[in-house]
């Protein structure tokens, strides 16, 4: 019997998250004991992102669920170099003007706001005004594996980094100062090398974020 099956019926019956029909289509895959095909568990994944798209559930299910989705290459470039500060690593990206998202996979908020209904109209914005995407995880070594998943997972193209304990101090410093350090949260690098924003919208507020980033552009 396969393991994610019984995971989402299980969760469908203590969380009332899975329609009656999809667990019909589920239990029938359970009496052959394999998936012939992926539908039903693409149709699950799909029905819990759509209707709890906050929930805590997330991320074992992400997990358990991709061995079993069909891989879409995602262009991405993972950053393993350990830096010190944020402009040792802005140093890479000379003469290139950033979006940086500030992220973690346990965090909620930050998943729920790379939906691809979010995600995708903001990159093609970015790109039209050729600024890059920066993803900068604080997830700690325990949780590598998951986070290089999770980037698949939620298809993240662009550049990503997992933070070390010394950067992450420069960050507290140059971002938060005395605030506690919390994401996500979304910073904007010129390619003239200011860091212009260390506070800006989310990418949910749609032209908001969009008129803050032309406004940095021309300040």
């Known amino acids: 019997m396969e393991p994610v099956i019984v995971v989402l019926v299980i969760m469908g019956k203590a969380f009332g998250m899975v329609h009656m029909h ?3 289509e589920l239990m029938k895959e359970q009496v052959t004991g394999v998936v012939k095909e992926k539908v039903p568990v693409q149709l699950s994944n799909k029905y819990y992102k ?3 798209p906050y929930t805590a559930l997330s991320i074992r299910l992400d997990s358990l669920l ?3 989705l069909d891989k879409i290459k995602v262009d991405k470039t993972i950053l393993d170099k350990e830096y010190k500060t944020l402009n040792e690593l802005f140093s890479e990206f000379k003469g290139q003007t950033l979006f940086i998202d500030l992220w973690a996979t346990w965090c909620m908020p930050c998943r ?3 939906r691809m209904e979010i995600l995708k109209p903001l990159d093609v914005e970015l790109e039209k005004r050729n600024i890059r995407k920066l993803y900068l995880s604080v997830d700690d070594n325990e949780r590598d594996s998951l986070w290089k998943r999770s980037i698949d997972v939620l298809k993240l193209s662009g550049y ?3 933070v070390g304990k010394k950067l992450y101090k420069d ?3 140059q971002v938060y100062g005395k605030e506690q350090f919390s994401v996500p949260r979304y910073l904007f690098w010129r390619k003239d090398g200011q860091l212009l924003s260390i506070d800006l919208p989310r ?4 032209k908001k974020l969009l008129d803050e ?3 940095l552009l021309n300040y």
């Open 160 to 162: 990503h980094h997992r």
């Open 203 to 206: 990418p949910s507020t749609g």
């Open 22 to 24: 999809l667990q019909s």
């Open 50 to 52: 759509k209707l709890y």
């Open 213 to 215: 980033i032309d406004r």
């Open 112 to 114: 729920s706001e790379m």
């Open 171 to 173: 960050i507290q410093r």
């Open 66 to 68: 991709y061995p079993y």
